[in-house]
């Protein structure tokens, strides 16, 4: 699901920020973007932060501020002086004079004037850089809590609408059957041909307790408390969840197919458009 989360950590000379940024995926896939001198502890920062996020695509964005006017590099005085000696010597040799605008950076980029010492991470500037993540994390968890409880919120409210057509079925389910008696006694009239009353009743009685859904309704409510029992009580449970949507859409879709009347009919669409939405919601939560 998405989240965001900053933190920071001052040092004396610079400033480390970690930003997490996640968006909505199946599986974990963790970037991390940092400066070299950190590489080296990518493999600890991906292990927290993994445990932590569990789930989405998300970015780790490590920068540093100095706050402090410092180099790496230092110039060898005693050897850019050696250079600088032996050019005004040929210099005055060729009797020419020196402009040391454009002599000074070339002998800056002679041999060994300038040195640049390679940087190591200290052992505060380590513990500064999980610190800001620890930060991080915590505001991104924070975000996505109370993402996560307005998708909740959500998502009951959508339960709540289908059993509420659920139950607004049935008044049409209680005259769906005369009315299909009534159809199939128009139609043999019709034939003007001699039946057996009993045996038109009894068939009439078989075909009616195919389209019963009583089954289905109550296996979808039993469903619907389920889900709800779930999202109240459970950690991490969009994968759960979207299990419960599936089984609630086979009722719904069985329910469908033994419809046979169009009121009922649309009620059942209005049911799958609100089941659509949950599962589209639910691949939002953790």
Known sequence: MTGFGKGEAVLPNKKITVEVRSLNSKQLDLSVRMPGIFRQKEFELRSVAGAAIQRGKADITVTVENTTVSTSATVNKEIFKEYMRQVNEALSYAGTSADYDAIVPAVLRMPEVVSTQAESLSEEESEALMQALEQALQQFNAFREQEGATLIADLLRRVDLIEEYKCQVEPY???????IKNRIRENLAQLKVDIDTNRLEQEMIFYIEKLDITEEKVRLKNHCN?????????????????????????????????????????????????????????LNIL
Do not use: C, H, P
């Not at 389910?173 to 009315?179: G, I, S």
């Not at 599936?246 to 009722?251: I, S």
């Open 226 to 282: 389920y889900f709800r029992e779930v999202a109240a009580s459970e950690e991490a449970v969009g994968r759960k969840l979207g299990f419960i949507a599936q089984e609630m859409g086979r009722e719904i879709n069985t329910l469908g197919s033994k419809s046979n009347e169009a009121n009922m009919q649309i009620l059942v669409v209005k049911m799958k458009d609100e089941l659509e939405k949950i599962k589209e919601q639910v």
């Open 173 to 179: 389910e209680a005259t769906r059957a005369e009315t």
